[in-house]
């Protein structure tokens, strides 16, 4: 159709361009996977016990989440979308990777910082997939543990 009110504009087999570029972003997409897999450091450990993660993290923007410890595993829930839950699975140091499990796309590096006391400090999203759109960002987000009083 846009060829046709171009006029003159050169013939062009749109299909072919449409799969051509599909090829390139797919070729990119694990360029930048390998990239990814191969930065991960192996063998390492959280410098915490699982138990030691869990707990309610509050951002100001987004509210509450919750991580919890059952079975030698840590579950990540957001309170504002319940969709929004799954396991975490180690990648490296105090870095795991949440898997919504309902899209690929929007999985998450979860990194918790530690503060001087060993304990966790704050924890951080940002996207796992380079093929993230910008619905999965993350980078506004900054949880930090909500403390319960005595």
């Known amino acids: 159709i846009l060829d046709a009110y171009l006029g003159d504009a050169p013939p062009t087999d749109w299909i072919t361009a449409r799969q051509d570029a599909g090829k390139i972003l797919n070729r990119r997409f694990h360029e930048r996977m390998d990239a990814l897999l191969a930065a991960r450091v192996e063998e390492t450990s959280p410098s915490l016990s699982l138990g030691s993660y869990a707990g309610t993290f509050n951002d100001a923007l987004y509210g509450n ?6 079975n030698g595993q840590l579950l990540m829930r957001f309170s504002r979308s319940p969709s ?8 490296n140091h105090d870095t795991f990777v949440v ?6 796309n929007a999985d998450a590096f979860v990194t918790f910082s530690l503060g001087a006391d060993g304990s966790v400090d704050a924890m ?3 996207p796992f997939s380079p093929a993230a759109d910008s619905a999965y ?4 987000l900054s949880f930090r543990p909500v403390r319960q009083s005595n």
């Open 65 to 70: 989440v919750t991580v919890e410890a059952s």
């Open 84 to 91: 929004f839950k799954g396991p975490l699975e180690h990648w």
């Open 99 to 104: 898997r919504w499990g309902h899209h690929s």
């Open 124 to 126: 951080d999203l940002r």
């Open 137 to 140: 960002d993350y980078e506004d």
